[in-house]
C-alpha cells in the first residue's frame, strides 16, 4: 500500500511536489511555534537560566532574588504565568514554585541607572507593573523586558537588576526558558 502511495506521489510533477513540501514545512513550523507559545501561556514550572553562565534565578523566604548554580529545587522553579490584566498575550508573571512570590522590581530605574530585583507577593497593587514581564524571544531564548521598559539581567556579581538600557551595566540578559514544560 505505502508503495502505491509513494509511486502516486513521485509521478506528480516537480512543482507539485515541491509546493506539497513547503505547505508541509511550513505546518510543521508552525506548530513548533504554537506550542512553544502556548506552553508559556499555560503556566508551568520551570527553571530559568542565563546564557552566558548556565545559573538559574533563585529566591528563598526573604524576598531576595540572584543566580545560583542550577540545582533543581523548587526556589529554581517559577510559573510563567499570562497576567489576567495584561492587555497582550506575551506578558507574564514569574511566580516562584517555592515561595508563592512573584519576581519583581525594587522602584523604577532612574535614566542611566539600575535597580535591584526581588520577590514580592504576586497581586501586589504597589507593584503590579513592575512584576509584569515582557517575553521576547523564540524557542525558549528569551530576554525579559519589565512593563517599565527595563531590561532583567545580571550585575556579573551573581545578583540580578533591572537595566533601563541595552547597555548599562551590558546587554541584557538572554535566557534559557524550557518551553515545552
Not at 93 to 104: R, S
Not at 152 to 177: E, K, M, R, Y
Request: aromatic share 8%; charged share 10%.
Amino acid at each position: 500500500m505505502y508503495r502505491r502511495i509513494l509511486r502516486r506521489t513521485l509521478a506528480l510533477p516537480l512543482r507539485v511536489r515541491a509546493l506539497v513540501a513547503i505547505l508541509v514545512a511550513l505546518a510543521v513550523g508552525a506548530g513548533l511555534v504554537a506550542s512553544a507559545g502556548s506552553a508559556l501561556a499555560d503556566g508551568y514550572s520551570t527553571p530559568i537560566s542565563v546564557s552566558t553562565t548556565g545559573a538559574c534565578i533563585d529566591t528563598g523566604s526573604g524576598g531576595g532574588a540572584w543566580l545560583a548554580p542550577c540545582n533543581g529545587s523548587n526556589t529554581q522553579n517559577w510559573q510563567i504565568e499570562p497576567t489576567p490584566w495584561a492587555a497582550g498575550p506575551q506578558v507574564y508573571l514569574l511566580q516562584n514554585a517555592g515561595t508563592g512570590a512573584c519576581l519583581a522590581m525594587t522602584g523604577t530605574p532612574p535614566d542611566g541607572q539600575t535597580t535591584a530585583v526581588s520577590t514580592a507577593p504576586c497581586g501586589d497593587p504597589n507593584l503590579a507593573l513592575e512584576e509584569q514581564w515582557w517575553g521576547q524571544g523564540v524557542f525558549g531564548f528569551l530576554k525579559f523586558q519589565s512593563f517599565g521598559g527595563n531590561f532583567l539581567t545580571d550585575n556579573g556579581q551573581g545578583g540580578l537588576v533591572a537595566s533601563a538600557h541595552w547597555s548599562d551595566p551590558g546587554a541584557p540578559a538572554t535566557w534559557i526558558v524550557n518551553v515545552h514544560g
